[in-house]
């Protein structure tokens, strides 16, 4: 209702000689065919039903409009089922809708024989509006369809329902629940309805720039915000860039008084007990009470390890120990500061003893 109240005013301010008539102007329901029937009672040219799409699906974005018709596809079809559901709640239905059935094939086929004197113009028009919304915002064209909407049953001149983005999409809710973004479709609409009106009557009126349609505070305020959101992004980026070389030092660090602690030993043995795609500082509470905390990256995932043996059999002690704090926890074996099996470091460790 939002971006309905913004588009009058343009067309208020901007064509003269023009009449703006609402099916509503508060947040209150009325039934589906009382809304055609306005525009037939005040012999309206052009009628225009605005409508915020949704969708279980979370990534369904885009805008589509449609006129009447039979609905080709099965997504149509669906479509216009949703929106006509609102009849079922409504007193009355059947004598208001003739017996209308959504789920009758009969009823589909007659309800798209009411538009089909202004079915072209229709289209026309929808196709105006998708190239001015797809133009001007970032949302996909999900293109001009024709389906049964009783919203649009009966009207005695071109009419058209409006999906102008969805509301299940949390991108596109930010965008069309904010001033800025009403503003812009509201602008939208009312470029398409100037093109619309100037191919119908002939005209070669201008068109107002989406920029100049828009009130300047409400600019100027998403300005402030795309600056602000800006500074936001690099402020974490930068965060991100210190933290990232700060656990870096703290790895170099970290090997190195690993190092030490090896006592020129070539063959050690730890227990792996945590994986993570991301660097964990090391003061996190889950390093606590562990000892000779050693971390490395393989092959894009860091492994945490503790303790620091001479002996896989020392090593299993110490795994045994920490097994009710981290039941998948592993021994690894480590030769000149290098991840090897425990296989190999089998063969090593003989090697080794058969030298000495």
Known sequence: MSVSIKLGKL????????????????????????????ANKINADLFLSIHCNSSTNKQANGTETFAMGLGKTESNLDVAKKENAEILTESN???????????????????????????????????KIQGQLTRHTTMRNRGVHQANFVVLWKASMPAVLTEIGFISNAKEEEFIGSEYGQWVVAA????????????????????????????????????????NE???????????????ERLKAQEQENNLQQE??????????????LSSPTQIS??????????DLFFYNEKGS????????ASQKEAL?????????????????????????IVEAKRLETANNNQE
């Open 317 to 341: 002690d110490y795994q045994k120990k920490i097994k009710d704090r981290y039941k998948d926890a592993f021994v690894v074996a480590f030769y000149k500061g290098k991840r090897v099996s």
């Open 11 to 38: 067309i208020n301010e901007n064509l003269k000689g023009v009449k703006v008539y609402y099916t509503r102007v508060i947040d209150q329901d009325i039934d589906l065919y009382k809304r055609s029937t306005v």
């Open 260 to 273: 030490q602690k090896n006592d020129g030993k070539d063959l050690i043995y730890r227990v792996q007990f």
């Open 302 to 309: 860091w492994k945490y390890t503790a303790g620091l043996f």
């Open 188 to 227: 939208c609409l009312f470029r398409a309805i100037c093109e619309y009106r100037n191919k119908i009557d002939g005209l070669n009126d201008a068109i107002p720039e989406i920029e100049n349609l828009i009130p300047k505070e409400v600019i100027e305020k998403e300005r402030i915000r795309k600056e």
């Open 93 to 127: 239905s059947i004598e208001n809708y003739q017996g209308f059935d959504m789920n009758s094939p009969e009823s589909d086929i007659l309800l798209s024989l009411f538009q089909n004197a202004y079915l072209q113009n229709s289209l026309d028009f929808a196709s």
């Open 282 to 291: 090391s003061n996190d509470n889950r390093f606590k009470d562990l000892e």
């Open 230 to 244: 800006e500074l936001m992004r690099k402020q974490q980026e930068e965060q991100k860039r210190q933290e990232e």
